[in-house]
Every structure is written in structure tokens, then in C-alpha cells.
């Protein structure tokens, strides 16, 4: 059976009629607040690329330590040490820079060595060199989301910490790196993110005639969660581990869903979003699952380019630390994150519980949450409680 060919143009004409408008884009169009260009539709004129690997063979699930899931998880986050045995071990406790043990291959570091002035603590990074880790140095970006950073943003600072440690320790350095980035709501566009910062640091790596992909371990956001809403924080999560899994990250964390008074109970839940996911989806096997959408691919390469842009931009005007030491940095997550505040406020953000169904009462202004020479975590919702 051969069915009739429909044109692009016949298919337009049946959309206007069902949507009952001449104008597709001002209806199946959003706005966002990330420069970024998402079209009503695509065609095959989006250029195929090629597939992003993972470092990993598929995405480790990351529970907070506790003995009574050791059957189930396929890595831990530790703050201090631990013996178990064939388990991935993450860590952001400087002092676990020097691990007694001979078995340190299997620990990621994702100790952050930048101070909050941007300056490089040298003997921690040194001590952390020192050692035999399957990663040894992290970069943070969570951090910067959580304030309210852009995508564009996080991406260019996640690759201007990456070249300030190469410009102290060498291109060598490179191999030795675990970025940290929290994912947000913004589910197709967090997707890109994660394919978009494996092609900004291949290209870093081949300008030091190296061919190399990052260790991604993701985590989920604060930014849109509430106190007073746990259950639609679950389900926020939930699809922000499904977004880093279909990215492609190496690694994925679930901070409690709690904001207030955790419990086991809310451990073992946040942990369970990611297992549910692993086992019954299966989504954290497949590398570059996204790999020839064209709405991912277009995205991805818009933020590639706009990130590459504003990376040159802080390396002209001398790199991560000099752009946070004069507060560029600062004043350009600030004006991101108020304008995203105040979409919330409006409602053009909207977040079930908080600013609709039910919808509360404004207790605090933008301007109270946050200051133009400080990146500080703010949740969209802290207006609101």
C-alpha cells in the first residue's frame, strides 16, 4: 500500500485549519529566556552529526551512601571514606584528598578547586593530583545554575574553569577533570546542554592537539523545587534525571526532593526516581540517544556557538578568574537570574503549587533575593514562602 505524498505545504494548510490560525509560530512557539530558537516544526535540513560518546558505558546511578543500598546502586556520593568494594566512589570533601587506600581508581573527584575569590588552591589541587583517581579534579557548575545562570552561560564558564587549570597544570590536565552541572526544567534545552558542553570540550581539547570528551556527572536542580510542594519536586526531578540520561551524562545524582525535614524515606525515594528510570526505560544505556533529532541537534549547535562566543569573550578579558575577580561574572548571572525571577513572578514561569494551583501570596521581592557582586543559590520559589 503506498500512501499519498503530502507536501510541506499541504501540511501547513491542515495545521492553520485545526489550530484554527494563519499564524502557526505565535501559538506552537514559546518564549524562553535563553536566546535560543526553538521552531513550531524541522525538516531533514538539519545538518546530521556526529554521535557524542559517554565516558562511561552507560550512566551510574548515584546514591548517597548507606549500606543498605549497596545491592542497588552502581556508585556513591561519600563525604568520607568508605570501603566498598567495585562501586564508583564520588566525593566533595577536600579532605579526602589524600585517601589511605591502594584502590583510589575507583573514587571521582569532584572537589572543586577554585576559590570563592576564583584563585587556584595549588596544594589541594596538588594533592589531589597526587593520587591514583579515576578523576581527580571537578569543576562546578552546579553552582551557577542554581543561582540562575543561562544555559550559554553555564557552558562558557564550565569551559573557562577547565582552561585556567590547563593554563596552571598543563593540557594534560584535561584527562583529569569531572564537571558537575545541575539540570533544570527545562527538559529539550537541558539535553542540549549536556551534548552541547561534549562538543565545546572535544574543540578546547583539540586546540591542545587532543581529542577528548568530558566526565559529566549531573545532578538535579534546586532552583524550581518548593517547600511546600514535595510532591511535584519529585516529579521535577524525575524528569531532570531523565533529561541528563538521554543527554548522555556519565553520572547522575537526585538531591532529596525534600526541601525541609528529609528523612530516609525521602533518600530512598530520590535515589528510586533514577532506578525506575534505569530499569524500566532503560534510558541510561543508550549513547547519544537524541542523535539526529533535529530540533536537539539544532539546539545543541545554537548553544555551542553562542557558548563558544561568550568563552572567547571571558578569555580576551583574561580568563575565569579575572572575569570573576572585576564581577562580570557576578552582574551577568545576576541580570539572568532577576529577568528569570520576575517571569516567575508574572507567571510566564510557572510552577504548579507555588504560583498556580494554588497560587500564593508574594512574601519577598526579586530585589531581596539577589545582589549583582554575589553567585549565591536562589530558588524561584523563596518569593513565595
Do not use: C
Not at 525538516?43 to 543500598?69: C, G, M, Q, W
Amino acid at each position: 500500500m503506498e500512501f499519498p505524498k503530502v507536501s510541506l505545504q499541504d501540511w501547513e494548510q491542515l495545521v492553520k485549519k485545526q489550530l484554527k490560525t494563519d499564524d502557526i509560530d505565535s501559538i506552537l512557539i514559546k518564549e524562553n529566556l535563553e536566546n535560543i530558537v526553538v521552531k513550531a516544526y524541522y525538516n531533514n535540513n538539519t545538518p546530521k552529526a556526529e554521535k557524542l560518546p559517554r565516558i562511561e558505558e552507560s550512566t551510574h546511578l548515584v546514591a548517597k551512601y548507606n549500606d543498605f543500598l549497596e545491592e542497588d546502586a552502581y556508585a556513591f556520593l561519600i563525604d568520607k571514606d568508605v570501603k566498598v568494594a567495585e562501586k564508583t566512589l564520588f566525593f566533595t570533601n577536600p579532605e579526602l584528598a589524600n585517601l589511605a587506600t591502594v584502590e583510589t581508581n575507583q573514587y571521582v573527584s569532584l572537589v572543586d578547586v577554585f576559590s570563592k575569590d576564583a584563585n587556584i588552591d595549588e596544594a589541594l589541587a596538588q594533592s589531589l593530583l597526587n593520587n591514583n583517581f579515576k578523576r581527580n579534579i571537578g569543576v562546578d557548575v552546579s553552582v551557577y545554575q542554581n543561582a540562575g545562570a543561562s544555559l550559554v552561560q553555564q557552558l562558557a564558564i564550565a569551559l573557562a574553569k577547565a582552561k585556567d587549570l590547563v593554563e596552571k597544570f598543563g593540557s594534560e590536565i584535561l584527562e583529569k577533570l569531572s564537571f558537575r552541572f545541575a539540570i533544570g526544567h527545562q527538559y529539550f534545552l537541558e539535553i542540549a546542554k549536556i551534548r552541547a558542553f561534549k562538543y565545546l570540550f572535544n574543540q578546547l581539547s583539540k586546540e591542545y592537539g587532543l581529542n577528548l570528551f568530558p566526565y559529566i556527572f549531573a545532578e538535579t536542580s534546586f532552583r524550581n523545587k518548593a517547600n511546600n510542594d514535595e510532591e511535584n519536586n519529585l516529579i521535577r526531578s524525575t524528569l531532570e534525571l531523565s533529561a541528563a540520561m538521554i543527554g548522555g551524562a556519565d553520572a547522575v545524582f537526585a538531591n532529596d526532593f525534600k526541601i525541609k525535614n528529609q528523612t530516609k524515606l525521602s533518600e530512598e525515594l530520590s535515589f528510586k526516581q533514577m532506578i525506575v528510570l534505569a530499569y524500566e526505560s532503560i534510558i541510561n544505556v543508550f549513547e547519544d540517544a537524541t542523535s539526529g533529532s533535529y530540533m536537539i541537534e539544532d539546539v545543541t549547535r545554537q548553544l555551542s556557538e553562542q557558548a563558544w562566543t561568550l568563552f572567547l569573550d571571558f578569555e580576551n578579558k583574561g580568563g575565569f578568574a579575572e572575569n570573576i575577580k572585576n564581577g562580570a561574572i557576578q552582574k551577568m548571572i545576576f541580570e539572568q537570574a532577576t529577568k528569570e525571577q520576575t517571569w516567575v513572578e508574572e507567571g510566564k514561569i510557572k510552577l504548579i503549587g507555588v504560583n498556580l494551583y494554588p497560587k500564593l501570596e508574594l512574601t519577598k521581592q526579586v530585589s531581596d533575593l539577589y545582589n549583582d557582586n554575589e553567585i549565591k543559590a536562589v530558588r524561584w520559589a523563596e518569593m513565595f514562602e
